[in-house]
């Protein structure tokens, strides 16, 4: 088995969560948690709610949620990724390594460490050039591409919603 594979499941007993988790998944489903979320989601931000559905279900929106995964630190910080003064994509949120917990809309001040992950919001082409960008920061004698958006195929999510 690959211990870096992902393995997701369904919860369907109240206490198999536990059990699930010590038999080597990653992550798991409990669906009848996810409904009821939603429904309150629906209930208290309708419109936050209708522009998620809209960016994952519309057929011509392209912007999606994506991991930007940190290989090493070397004291780069979030605002060093600017660069030219604007990122590629929109940094949403910053996940420390093995952490559960994100920091929201983290400062430029903020330094990243090996094995974080940030959450950006953009394009495929928008999230592949911000990690390009890390890339080159965190490896800047390894040769990379530029990190210039480029027109690439649909996300193979598309097709589940």
């Known amino acids: 088995l690959n211990p870096e594979a992902r393995i997701i499941t369904r919860q369907l007993s109240e206490d198999s969560s ?5 038999s080597g998944a990653s992550s798991v489903i409990r669906q009848d948690r996810i409904g009821a979320l939603r429904m309150v989601s629906e209930m ?26 940190i290989p090493a630190s070397a004291g780069v910080t979030v605002g060093q990724l600017e660069g030219d003064g604007k990122l590629p994509a929109l940094i949403v949120a910053l996940c420390r390594a093995g952490g559960e917990t994100y920091e929201i809309n983290p400062s430029a001040e903020t330094e990243l460490a090996e094995g974080d992950t940030l959450v950006a919001l953009g394009t495929s082409p928008e999230t592949a050039a911000l990690q390009n960008r890390v890339d080159r920061l965190c490896f800047p004698d390894a040769e990379s591409e530029p990190d210039q958006p480029q027109q690439q195929a649909a996300q193979p999510d598309e097709e589940l919603f």
């Open 44 to 69: 208290l931000r309708p419109t936050a709610v209708g522009f998620l559905d809209w960016m994952i279900k519309d057929k011509n929106s392209s912007y999606r949620f994506g991991d930007i995964n």
């Open 18 to 22: 536990k059990k699930l988790l010590r």
